[in-house]
């Protein structure tokens, strides 16, 4: 009987892996040999039109940290990718709830459609709009500003506003998904457990603090990790929005992305612009564990 | 060896051979196919030029195909720098200064023997033009033509301010400014006295930044024995740097948020600004009302040469992209560029009167002072990421209160200064003082 399970398990397990090895395989290709080639060339000083290309050990990441550009790209991107996670994390999460327990609303495909919306629109033209109500001289932002009898703001040329700026559009585009995401947790929350709590007397506010926030516990880490992977990665937006008429991102809010592509296909020099590929890597994967920490439930993995 | 399953009993292997015979057979019956030439640019007003080049060389090739793909220099180099070293690039290109770094890697072939000719001969082009398509003593490329620059002013704004001429150096620019800026109630400017670069992409604020810092006797890189040093950190620099502090900062005669360059020209929202000739065209097409001059700078023009390169390995698709880089070169393709499109061409041997008669603008980057200086990029691989890293701080700085001060701007561009020639010395391009 024995013997008659370990074939069994035998088996099962070989046709696992021969079905899992087309998608091995091909992940192997797209993902796991450009991680490691990155890595590799990071400790090169590999020029992408020059013949030698010498072995420098961990230079490239020395002459990063006393690079400016660098950093103020990675100030900016982890200040950006911070306000994005900061504004769609909860106000999904608050429009997700109001959507789910008004279901009966004749809006709620309204309004599920409507905030999902930006998430599907393509980014540059999204981008452009935004481009265009930030527009200091003609953007709608600063004649409402004006209705109010408020100044007229230069919203992408003063450095702190030109960030809240790009903060604004990402977590506009972010929200849609992060609702989304949500919804699905809400509707997988047994309903017994809220008749249960009201039964007890729990008001709104408590149902949601105490049941539908640490049911959602896996989607709240899904979500901020998404989230959080996205907004390190942001480059269309910022280089479409903070363009000035020249067609190109000025340095106000230059971000992590743009600054390894022009070291890499301006400056040609791909191992410097890998080392801020390994970088952005081990920052993403050092705040995606701390978020597994912080969301974990005591007693699951 | 008899293929088990053969009936005729002949040897398997001549079987390939007798199919491949046949398919060579009727191939050589089917029609030849369309060659196709594909030619890249980083100035997408260049398109109908080759075009018409491109229409030209159908003629005497009727299955020729051209596709003329340009997109924005900034991105046209990006796709110079991946294509080239993987051998997919176009048959002909554009390039500037850049141009060193694929000829240094043998990323380029060099010319033919017509081609080489023709550029040699002293007749057709400047020394500077020659040299800027040789390197170690061979050519490899075709000199077109070439971004100079000149004052443009808006003829009417200098008029109500009771300006009667451009100014003469570049200290009389500020007052120029302040008198032309138009403001609101509040005293905002509203129209720019002159529209400086102030923000931007990549390297375009370094350059005229270097535009203006040359006008006051200075240079943003030096040579010395074939090296370069940054050159800014001095007196010339420091009355350059200040002039942006000045009208940004304290006349606020322009401002970042403002408008800028060829399109605030057009649109009448500042009165004047330095570009190359290449507005002329423009303002043709969407402002053709506009009552505007042109003027030689004060000391003298950058020039950066534009050539063509055909990257295509040698043979008959690389001889036909090099008939169509002669092509354009035809005195009539380069008289319809200038009268159509603006840019200068380097081709010295042909007639431009009649289009600069017909179109006075041009005059200011044609009859300059015989003392007129000019310089260019350096042509070293590093030219870029100076100017680029340069303007990150410049952006910064003319926005920057704390920058008014001599000792401040000093210390300022002392700190740029050094990161410029530590490029230079990562590179092995710094010279010795």
């Given at each position: 009987m024995r013997e008659l399970a370990g074939t069994w398990h035998r088996k099962g397990f070989t046709f696992a892996i021969l079905a899992l090895l087309p998608a091995l395989i091909i992940y192997t290709l797209v993902r796991f040999i450009p991680i490691i080639e990155t890595l590799r060339l990071s400790l090169f000083q590999w020029n992408l039109i020059s013949r030698r290309k010498p072995f420098i050990g961990l230079d490239n990441f020395r002459e990063l940290f006393t690079d400016s550009l660098f950093l103020e790209a990675l100030r900016n991107t982890t200040i950006i990718a911070f306000g994005v996670l900061a504004i769609t994390v909860p106000l999904g999460l608050v429009l997700a709830a109001l959507i789910h327990h008004r279901?009966?609303?004749?809006?709620a495909g309204f309004y599920e459609t409507s905030i999902f919306i930006p998430h599907v629109v393509s980014l540059v033209p999204a981008a452009m709009a935004w481009k265009w109500i930030f527009d200091a001289r003609l953007g709608p932002l600063n004649t409402l500003l004006g209705f109010f009898g408020l100044p007229p703001q230069a919203w992408l040329f003063d450095p702190v506003l030109a960030i809240i700026c790009v903060i604004v559009l990402c977590s506009w585009q972010a929200l849609g998904y992060a609702v989304l995401i949500f919804l699905v947790g809400f509707k997988n929350i047994p309903q017994s457990l809220y008749e249960a709590a009201r039964l007890d007397g729990a008001s709104a506010l408590q149902c949601f603090r105490h049941i539908s926030i640490p049911q959602l516990k896996p989607v709240l880490l899904y979500v901020s990790v998404i989230t959080l992977i996205a907004a390190f990665n942001i480059y269309a937006q910022v280089f479409v929005l903070a363009s000035d008429s020249q067609g190109a991102p000025g340095r106000l809010v230059r971000v992590l992305v743009l600054d390894m592509l022009e070291n890499s296909f301006r400056n040609y020099r791909v191992g410097y612009a890998a080392a801020e590929a390994v970088i952005l890597l081990a920052i993403v994967l050092a705040l995606t564990a701390i978020q597994f920490r912080v969301f974990r439930e005591k007693g699951r993995p | 060896m008899t293929f088990a399953g053969s009936t005729s009993g002949k040897p398997a292997r001549k079987r390939p051979i007798l199919a491949i015979t046949a398919a060579a057979f009727f191939a050589s019956m089917l029609p030849a196919q369309a060659e196709k030439l594909t030619i890249w640019g980083g100035w997408p007003e260049m398109e109908p030029f080759y075009k018409r080049v491109g229409e030209q060389l159908k003629k005497k090739y009727p299955d020729l195909e051209v596709s003329v793909e340009l997109i924005a220099l900034r991105e046209h180099e990006k796709r110079n720098a991946l294509a080239l070293p993987s051998g997919a690039a176009a048959d002909v290109i554009e390039m500037e200064v850049e141009a060193t770094r694929y000829l240094e890697g043998g990323l380029v072939p060099a010319a033919p023997d017509n081609v080489v000719k023709f550029v040699k001969d002293g007749k057709h082009f400047d020394k500077f033009f020659q040299d800027s398509v040789t390197f170690e003593d061979k050519i490899y490329g075709v000199p077109l033509f070439r971004g100079q620059t000149a004052l443009y002013y808006n003829t009417d704004m200098y008029a109500k301010a009771g300006?009667?001429?451009?100014?003469?150096?570049?200290?009389?620019y500020t007052p120029y400014a302040e008198k032309l800026t138009q403001r609101d109630a509040q005293g905002k400017p509203t129209v720019s006295g002159w529209s400086l670069r102030l923000s931007g992409g990549g390297q375009g604020v370094a350059e005229k930044f270097w535009i203006n810092l040359f006008q006051f006797g200075g240079n943003l890189l030096e040579e010395k024995d074939g090296k370069w040093k940054a050159a800014f950190a001095n007196e010339a620099g420091r009355k350059a740097f200040k002039q942006y502090v000045e009208n940004v900062q304290v006349l606020k005669t322009v401002s970042p948020e403002m408008k800028a360059d060829a399109e605030a020209f057009e649109l009448e929202q500042t009165a004047m600004f330095i570009r190359e000739s290449w507005v002329i065209g423009d303002i043709a097409k969407k402002s053709p009302n506009l009552k505007y001059a042109t003027a030689p700078l004060p000391r003298g023009s950058i020039v950066i040469p534009v050539n063509l390169y055909v990257p295509t390995k040698p043979g008959k698709k690389a001889d036909l992209a090099w008939e169509y880089v002669l092509q354009a070169n035809e005195p009539e393709n380069l008289q319809w560029l200038l009268d159509n499109i603006g840019w200068l061409p380097n081709r010295k041997d042909v007639d431009y009167s009649a289009i600069i008669a017909k179109t006075p603008a041009f005059g200011a980057f044609v009859n300059f002072p015989s003392d007129y200086k000019f310089f260019s990029l350096p042509a070293i691989a590093p030219a870029s990421e100076i100017l680029t890293r340069v303007a990150a701080r410049l952006v910064d700085g003319y926005t920057n209160p704390k920058l008014q001060s001599d000792a401040a701007i000093d210390a300022f561009l002392k700190e740029a200064a050094a990161e410029v020639d530590t490029i230079l010395k990562r590179e092995g391009l710094l010279a010795t003082p």
């Open positions: 279901t009966r609303s004749r809006f | 300006l009667s001429g451009a100014p003469k150096t570049m200290e009389d």
